[in-house]
């Protein structure tokens, strides 16, 4: 049984960083892609950041430069830096993990989310 656990997200001041984190059980991290999603209110699910199996990232437009995702797999846990936050990184962010490659949304394991507010 896999799970995905949020933490990190709070209330910055614009300019400031966060370091979100999500901790799985159940879940190998050396397999696999993980995603950052996020949703601000009144809008749909936007995929901000992707890691891939051999630890291959990639980035929205919107963030490149200032969110950096990592993983720490002895740790089984993955994480979302982010720097120069601005009032429209306003969203809950949500990781999700799909076993295999690539990252498909009907097959990935969702966590419930941490907010994040500038």
């Known amino acids: 049984h896999v799970q995905l656990v949020e933490s990190g997200g709070d209330s910055v001041q614009a300019g400031g960083s966060l370091r979100l984190s999500c901790a799985a059980s159940?879940?190998?991290?050396?397999?696999?892609?993980m995603v950052w999603f996020r949703q601000a209110p009144g809008k749909g699910r936007e995929g901000v950041a992707a890691?891939?199996?051999?630890?291959?990232?990639t980035y929205t437009y919107a963030v490149q430069g200032r969110f950096t995702i990592s993983k720490d797999s002895a740790k089984n846990t993955l994480y979302l830096q982010m720097n120069s936050l601005n009032p429209e990184d306003t969203a809950m962010y949500i990781c999700?993990?799909?076993?295999?490659?690539?990252?498909?949304?009907?097959?990935?394991?969702w966590g419930q989310g941490t907010q994040v507010t500038v």
């Open positions: 159940g879940y190998t991290f050396s397999s696999g892609c």
């Open positions: 890691i891939d199996n051999a630890g291959g990232a």
């Open positions: 999700a993990a799909d076993l295999r490659c690539p990252f498909k949304k009907d097959d990935a394991i």
